[in-house]
């Protein structure tokens, strides 16, 4: 398999060498990073996580558990708590009485001698414990809300003890402690007892129902390799002879209906994909609202109409308004082509003076009749119709803002996935150059999941909710971070940003931009006000573990020096609300 894929990247850069070149003069005169970026661009790139064996002496496990009678761990299979972990537990609680369960980060070994794989751990998301049973592998409750919550049931699973303390006490109030918990080290799957075990990647310690307490790891169950085709879960059989994984999906989504029928969505249906990442199918009103889809161009008649074909017969959605937003449009074939369509119902708006891509879309959004806002860009394009469906049925639940979808660039490979804030500098996409089938970390490629912002190529919005933030802030960021700015006030407004990676469209990033003095002047005191707005925020996404590595495409490497053990007390991670801007 190694030998394949050097064979495959060294065909790829003879295929490219004037870009080979550049990456190879970037290496020798002392850019590294820049080569590393320009290589993972042309080549694409994956997850390189693998750690030495060794990293395991750093981190001795119990020995003898301890008791500690304000504390309750619920730990998955073959987990055992790391040397300090419980105190770090402790610590946290004590130092902030609003938190009602904690979870770390952990350390796993499918055979001993292997390679060892972290599991890095995003702050609390609610959407994406819906989808991916992520939590864990170690949850720490305090036993007063343990009793709260379930009356002190001692058989209570982790998935199940979350969605309670969520229910009774609110998202925010289960925190992340950056850090090493527990470390398993197990054998293969060879054995049926270690495959009816729970997956580690991507997935909790709840999976298969009830948890135990932290035990002697002389006696703790192994849990399968995060890397095996057993580490995903299966959807249910329907038919014929039920296996182990069909009983864990099943008791999985016995508490997610439980879950919905206690919170008022007795409504939303739970459906299995056929990877095991279960989608929250919120229900629509009827009618269906008008979605006003939004299109800023100049000329570029070519991509302009390959993006309306996708809309108007590959998007299966039956109520759209298209406004075109046009900025100076003078090529004769596009005036044509605009003629065209305004006799086949789409709106042009004029949108004259130098580009200003904020105050385009806001301008179109102004005539727009539509419930919600779909802001696509003239090159993307959608070739699977139920794209936006996916997207509105999550923009229409009241406490999410943006919406956003997962972008292919013209390789087919990931150029959108998400924006993750603090990487690149600034911010960056996430996933970016993954194959375009790559599960993504924790399944998140697959998964709907919270984000700090998504891109505006392609994003939905509640029309209310976007007037009511102001729109696009035209004034301070015409062409760049006007997506990023706009999610985190609708952040700040209460608001959380979602990604859908259901939603799947073609983007050719920046294939009708032109860089000049101009607009390198005006990227510039951009990036300064974005700095000056959302400066605290651009030290650590709290949906991006800082271990990773902030300067290449994000969720590929780990930053030096990034496992460790568990952090102290003021080191917790929430997804709270972003602060106003200033």
């Not at 932290?214 to 879960?233: I, M, V, W």
């Amino acid at each position: 398999m190694a030998g394949s894929v050097t064979r495959a990247v060294a065909a790829t850069l003879a295929r490219h060498p004037r870009r080979t070149f550049a990456i190879l003069w970037a290496r020798l005169t002392g850019r590294r990073l820049r080569a590393r970026q320009q290589c993972a661009a042309l080549v694409g790139i994956d997850h390189r996580l693998a750690l030495p064996p060794r990293i395991l002496d750093r981190f001795p496990t119990e020995l003898v558990p301890s008791d500690d009678p304000d504390l309750r761990l619920l730990t998955a299979p073959g987990h055992a708590l790391v040397a300090g972990a419980r105190r770090a537990f402790a610590a946290a609680f004590a130092a902030d009485p609003s938190l009602h369960a904690l979870y770390g980060d952990a350390l796993v070994q499918a055979s001993p001698g292997g390679p060892v794989f972290p599991l890095l751990r995003p702050a609390f998301d609610p959407d994406y414990l819906m989808a991916v049973d992520w939590l864990g592998p170690v949850l720490a409750v305090r036993r007063t809300s343990l009793c709260a919550i379930a009356g002190g049931d001692a058989e209570i699973s982790a998935l199940d003890a979350a969605l309670r303390i969520v229910e009774r006490f609110g998202p925010d109030a289960i925190g992340h402690l950056p850090g090493i918990v527990s470390v398993r080290i197990g054998p293969d799957l060879a054995s049926d007892r270690a495959s009816s075990l729970p997956p580690l990647r991507g997935r909790g310690p709840s999976e298969g129902g009830r948890e135990r307490e932290a035990t002697d790891p002389a006696t703790a169950l192994p849990a399968p390799d995060p890397r095996s085709p057993e580490a995903h879960p299966l959807p249910l059989q329907g038919e014929g002879r039920r296996g182990p994984r069909d009983a864990h999906l099943e008791t999985r989504l016995a508490s997610l209906r439980r879950h919905l029928d206690r919170t008022g969505r007795a409504a939303t249906r739970l459906a299995c994909e056929p990877d095991g990442v279960v989608s929250a199918l919120h229900p629509l009103p009827d009618p269906l609202p008008l979605v006003s889809v939004i299109v800023p161009t100049r000329d570029r008649v070519d991509l302009l109409r390959a993006c309306l074909d996708g809309l108007r017969t590959r998007t299966d959605w039956p109520t759209l308004e298209i406004l075109i937003a046009d900025n100076d449009s003078r090529a004769p074939e596009t005036l044509a082509y605009f003629r065209a369509l305004e006799g086949e119902g789409v709106r042009v708006v004029a949108c004259p003076g130098p580009f200003d891509f904020a105050g385009m879309n806001n301008a179109a959004a102004a005539l727009a009749r539509g419930a919600l806002l779909a802001f696509v860009n003239n090159d993307v394009e959608a070739f699977r119709p139920d794209w936006l469906g996916r997207m509105v049925r999550e923009a229409l639940r009241p406490e999410i803002g943006a919406v956003g979808a997962k972008l292919l660039d013209g390789e087919g490979r990931i150029q959108h996935g998400g924006i993750v804030l603090g990487t690149g500098g600034l911010a960056t996409h996430a996933h970016r150059h993954f194959p375009g089938d790559a599960p993504g970390d924790g399944m998140r490629l697959r998964a709907t999941h919270a984000v700090s912002a998504v891109t505006a190529a392609c994003l939905v919005v509640e029309a209310a909710k976007f007037r009511a933030v102001g729109g696009f802030d035209a004034a301070h960021f015409a062409v760049d971070f006007n997506d990023v700015d706009l999610c985190l006030r609708l952040n700040a407004a209460g608001h959380r940003t979602l990604m859908v990676p259901g939603a799947v469209l073609h983007h050719r990033e920046g294939a009708s931009r032109r860089r000049s003095p101009e607009a390198e002047s005006r990227h510039a005191r951009e990036v300064a006000a974005f700095k000056m707005r959302w400066g605290p925020l651009l030290v650590q996404d709290p949906h991006y573990h800082p271990g990773f590595d902030p300067d290449l495409s994000t969720h590929a490497r780990l930053r030096a020096g990034a496992v460790d053990g568990p952090t102290g007390p003021g080191a917790v991670r929430r997804s709270g609300p972003s602060r106003s801007p200033t």
